[in-house]
């Protein structure tokens, strides 16, 4: 199976050497642009992807989610849309949902979830979510996400589920980086796709890594 070597990044990476990054073997990078409904490093991600698009990385872009029902995520999806429409993307457009601090419901935050993820589509980006394994497995109605791309943290010798992609460590070196990044896997090509590959059964571990 090909499997493809990315990295995500937000504020918190600082100042960013893209051609150094590149040269690394890196081929994608999830960009941090906005959380909420309000956002002071918007601009991180307006400085850095096109500076990583030019460097020839595939760049998709991922929220922060805050909401616990279906209408604080139509208010987040509108803003992150927005946000991000300035910018030629052509890696998934991403909501990245990592806690449950109002303890909604598995009903309510999946009807969330799941209104967030058709705004993306509606707006022409392939949907993607990024959680956690137990959180996605626990948090949420697994069964009713099924059409959505998958990109999973768990920082494990293995994944133990399938995913499109995989976020098996938050300490990686990456030459052009100063700091310590998320390392990403994925399994497939997001590049101009759509919702209609299913993700593999059985992972590869990044050490089988082609590049």
Request: no cysteine; proline share 3%.
């Amino acid at each position: 199976m090909t499997t493809i070597k990315g990295i995500d990044v937000s504020h918190w990476q600082g100042v960013i050497n893209w051609n150094k990054v590149a040269k690394d073997g890196v081929k994608f990078v999830f960009i941090k642009a906005t959380e909420g409904t309000s956002y002071s490093k918007l601009s991180y991600f307006k400085e850095n992807a096109p500076k990583a698009l030019s460097a020839g990385l595939k760049v998709g872009a991922y929220h922060y989610a805050k909401f616990a029902t279906e209408a604080e995520a139509k208010a987040e999806a509108a803003y992150f849309i927005d946000s991000i429409s300035s910018i030629g993307l052509n890696y998934p457009a991403v909501l990245d949902l990592e806690e449950n601090k109002k303890n909604a419901k598995k009903k309510t935050l999946t009807d969330a979830v799941i209104a967030f993820l058709e705004a993306i589509e509606d707006a022409g980006h392939t949907a993607m979510l990024y959680t956690g394994k137990s959180f996605l497995e626990n948090a949420l109605d697994e069964s009713r996400l099924k059409k959505y791309t998958l990109w999973i943290a768990r920082y494990n010798s293995t994944l133990g589920r399938s995913a499109d992609i995989w976020q098996h460590s938050d300490s990686g070196k990456i030459n052009g980086i100063s700091t310590k990044v998320d390392l990403n896997v994925a399994y497939r090509d997001f590049t101009d796709t759509e919702n209609t590959v299913s993700p593999p059964i059985h992972p590869v571990h990044p050490q089988q890594l082609i590049l």
